[in-house]
């Protein structure tokens, strides 16, 4: 019956009580699982966690009514509220108490006028007295198609982190109750085991905790590990399984959300959580996402989704459909499984998103739930300059030729364009990330024979050797004098090739120090030196350019992007050829070193 609830407040300090409720007049005190509304005074659970996405269930759903079951303590009244597409609010039901001790009250709004957007929440208001709400349940009274339900945990090297999630999770006894097992896939060489707090979260989990050691296989490889075991018994029992990373800030609700929300799907749906950032936890990374495989990006917003959203003043009332969703949390219920067979042994990044693809092909949405979250490293402090670009740029090729029609004319533009760029602002270790990419993916499908292992050492190896990519310690930076860019060029084709001439030719500035966030290709281009800021404001890193080695790499990029551009059509044919064996519980079982027995 219960699909959510209404929290008052975060489960940790760090994470802001607005997402959960906010007073709108007067003083309120709210606790996790209450709210005490002083006397002339309103409280509103209008916000990220505290709203019911009521046009999602009524998409995707049979559900026709909810029910919000509350206990009140006091005088006053509790009114259920109702927002469309717009964001324009509306009365629903409501209820009103007088000297309530631990009073039932209940409320009910029918799930008809949703369909392009809208969400439910609760508003309590007092006038000459106090009024305490809590324990509120959302519940329907359709039929769930029942499973038990599982959470996969993937870590590597970030034992502590994994042990707070865990410990998050473990200290929320009505979500623990709704699951049969807890999976850490641990493939790290600092062990989650080692930490003083393991034997106490495993002991709070009460015996639902599976520990599971394994060489390091990425993402993909520990989260099929999950998946694997998950779905290792008799089809009837495979459960619902929450894929969640390791180093996230959970709100352990949003997990029951969509578990519930999956078990009503009319036909089954991978059902997603979305990302709050953690440096700005107020902000949503993006409300529902796209690839677009031409231009080999990930994580474009699908139109009519928000993108860097600060959730204080931005409600999503609008629904919007996912292509597919990151495996920050998401739930991939097993039949889902059972047909398209497990992810791609990518490694490393474009898992998440072929699968997704994959799934839509074969008639299975995904949902991205509004109200199902989780906090989650800024992207935007992230640099590309570092060895997961090899993974994004092979994997985003590999996904394309097996998922698009594979316009390899546009691939090799887009690839061209971004070689070039990296050059002339003197990225060369990038430039070499990118060919090395390229020659991987025309290997084929046997570059996925280990499940990535080799092609991590090798790039990590290949990048030693270019000093750009180390970043140093800000205090140790030469004084150079500040350089701030020009506009974006009207033109970038023609200034990156008047970019690159002059490093040919040795035209340039001298030397600059650039920031962060003026980072861009025509500015540090024009320079001989330049100590540039990393997003992830920890350092700096120094670039100088390298005439002998700009010209080499530009050599082996034409040879490389050639290359691509006469094969590729025929390499992805290959791809396609071997999506069933890759994917394939055999092939897992091959790479785990595990029993090889077939349940698909």
Not at 226 to 254: K, R
Not at 303 to 329: C, F, I, K, M, Q
């Amino acid at each position: 019956m219960l699909v959510q609830r209404t929290l008052f407040a975060p489960p940790n300090d760090l994470e802001p009580a607005e997402l959960y409720a906010t007073t709108e007049r007067g003083v309120a005190v709210a606790e996790r699982g209450r709210v005490t509304v002083a006397p002339h005074a309103l409280v509103s659970t209008n916000t990220y966690f505290g709203r019911f996405p009521a046009s999602y269930w009524q998409r995707w759903t049979p559900v026709g009514r909810v029910r919000v079951e509350a206990r009140a303590h006091g005088t006053g009244r509790v009114r259920l509220m109702a927002s469309d597409t717009a964001g324009d609010a509306r009365p629903v039901d409501g209820v009103r108490v007088s000297g309530a001790v631990a009073e039932p009250i209940g409320l009910h709004a029918t799930l008809n006028r949703f369909t392009d957007g809208g969400a439910l929440w609760l508003e309590a208001d007092t006038e000459a007295a106090e009024l305490t709400v809590g324990d509120v349940r959302w519940e329907v009274n359709d039929r769930a198609r029942e499973r038990p339900a599982a959470v996969v945990i993937c870590t590597y090297n970030r034992a502590d982190d994994c042990v707070a999630t865990l410990t998050t999770l473990a200290a929320d006894v009505e979500c623990m109750a709704g699951l049969d097992t807890v999976y850490v896939v641990d493939q790290g060489s600092d062990p989650v085991s080692s930490r003083t707090g393991f034997d106490a979260v495993k002991q709070a989990l009460g015996g639902k905790l599976r520990y599971l050691r394994q060489p390091n296989l990425g993402g993909a490889g520990g989260f099929t590990r999950g998946l694997y075991e998950a779905t290792s018994g008799a089809a009837e029992n495979w459960p619902y399984l929450v894929l969640m990373d390791d180093d996230i800030a959970l709100e352990p609700d949003t997990v029951p959300r969509m578990i519930a929300f999956a078990a009503r799907t009319e036909h089954p749906a991978i059902v997603g959580g979305q990302m709050l950032q953690q440096l700005h936890p107020h902000r949503l990374h993006v409300s529902a996402e796209r690839a677009d495989l031409p231009h080999l990006r990930a994580g474009r917003p699908v139109p009519g989704a928000v993108h860097d959203a600060d959730l204080t003043s931005t409600s999503l009332d609008t629904r919007v459909n996912a292509e597919y969703n990151a495996w920050w949390s998401c739930l991939i219920p097993p039949d889902i499984v059972r047909e398209i067979g497990y992810p791609l042994p990518l490694f490393f990044q474009w898992d998440d998103i072929e699968y997704g693809l994959r799934a839509r092909a074969a008639g299975y949405p995904t949902v991205t739930l509004p109200g199902a979250g989780v906090w989650h490293a800024d992207f935007a402090w992230k640099d590309w300059d570092d060895w997961p670009r090899y993974f994004s740029l092979r994997n985003a090729l590999i996904v394309s030729a097996v998922h698009s029609d594979f316009n390899v004319r546009q691939a090799t533009k887009f690839l061209l364009a971004e070689f070039g760029r990296y050059l002339v602002s003197m990225r060369y270790g990038l430039a070499r990330t990118l060919l090395m990419a390229v020659e991987d993916f025309l290997r084929g499908p046997q570059i996925l024979a280990d499940g990535g292992a080799q092609a991590a050492a090798a790039v990590r190896k290949a990048r030693a050797h270019h000093p750009e990519t180390v970043v140093h310690p800000a205090h140790g930076a030469p004084d150079l004098p500040v350089s701030y860019p020009a506009p974006t060029p009207s033109m970038p084709r023609l200034v990156l090739l008047k970019r690159a001439a002059w490093q040919m030719l040795g035209v340039a500035r001298g030397q600059a120090t650039i920031a962060a966030k003026h980072n861009h290709w025509w500015h540090v281009s024009l320079f001989d030196t330049a100590v540039v800021t990393d997003p992830s404001q920890e350092g700096v890193r120094f670039r100088h350019r390298n005439p002998a080695l700009l010209r080499d790499l530009a050599w082996r990029g034409v040879r490389v992007l050639s290359e691509f551009s006469r094969r590729a059509p025929r390499v992805g044919r290959l791809y396609r050829a071997a999506m069933p064996e890759l994917t394939s519980r055999r092939n897992w079982a091959r790479l785990f070193g595990a029993d090889s027995r077939a349940h698909l």
